[in-house]
């Protein structure tokens, strides 16, 4: 066990260019071994210096395509037969879409939800059986506010989180007592690249902001972890509002 608790070993991001995700590894990487996967893996150099720079000892790039989900098992084998255990697995690759285009054209629709839950499941079933096998390990997984009750505004993305925060939630339970952490992290507006140009809502959150609380609920071995806290009671509220408040909402 590493120092306050996070396992020993390397980290695994995929989703190589999220700005999250590299947030989230930039905290972990001081003395680890960290393998930034992603399509194009030989255009992150920037990411790669950016890493480096934090302290990690050496940093594989590694070719990783998110909806090629056959090709997702044999790549975490190898990842794991060449670089040993993975003490932490960043899942931090999606897409957002585009609500109105995704509403009149259904192969939008089924990419977005490809991407967003199919493909997250597709990665965490063979991780969640490699981890079982070496006992231990760290399993970062990325909802959202967007899935905790499902808005009119941005209802297919919304259905793809609100799928993986259920599939994240009966996976920690399958976990429990195999020595597996699974952090799931429900975060508000997050300003970054994914949302230039759009308006900040509400309790929006930076990248540096929701790899904090990451960070500190891998230390912690959190279930959970919610960016800003106080989307906790926001939660709870919104739960309670009538539908015919709630599909009047905005995003």
């Known amino acids: 066990m590493g120092a306050r608790g996070i396992v020993d070993g390397p980290v695994l991001l995929l989703g190589g260019r999220s700005e999250i995700g590299l947030e989230v590894v930039r905290r972990l990487a ?20 950016l890493v480096e720079a934090a302290g990690a000892t050496a940093v594989h790039l590694v070719e990783f395509d998110a909806d090629d989900t056959a090709a997702h098992p044999a790549l975490l084998e190898r990842l794991v037969a060449e670089h040993g255990r993975l003490a932490v697995t960043v899942l931090a ?10 509403e009149q054209d259904s192969a939008h629709a089924v990419q977005v939800l490809h991407t967003d839950f199919l493909a997250q499941v597709s990665v965490l079933t063979p991780l969640a059986n490699l981890l079982r096998t070496q006992g231990d390990g760290h399993i970062v997984v990325f909802s959202s506010i967007a899935g905790v009750r499902v808005r009119r505004a941005n209802y297919v993305y919304g259905a793809a989180k609100a799928g993986l925060d259920g599939f994240a939630n009966g996976l920690a339970d399958a976990l429990h007592g195999s020595g597996i952490h699974l952090l799931l992290v429900r975060s508000g507006f997050v300003i970054g690249r994914m949302t230039e140009g759009m308006d900040p809502a509400p309790f929006s959150s930076t990248p540096g902001q929701v790899a904090d609380a990451v960070v500190a609920g891998l230390r912690r071995r959190s279930a959970r972890a919610v960016v800003p806290g106080i989307l906790n009671l926001v939660f709870f509220t919104i739960r309670l509002l009538p539908q015919w408040i709630w599909r009047r909402m905005p995003r």
């Open 30 to 49: 001081e003395g680890r071994e960290v393998i930034l996967a992603a399509r194009r893996s030989a255009e992150l150099v920037e990411q790669s210096a």
């Open 93 to 102: 690759f999606g897409i957002l879409g585009d609500q109105q285009r995704a």
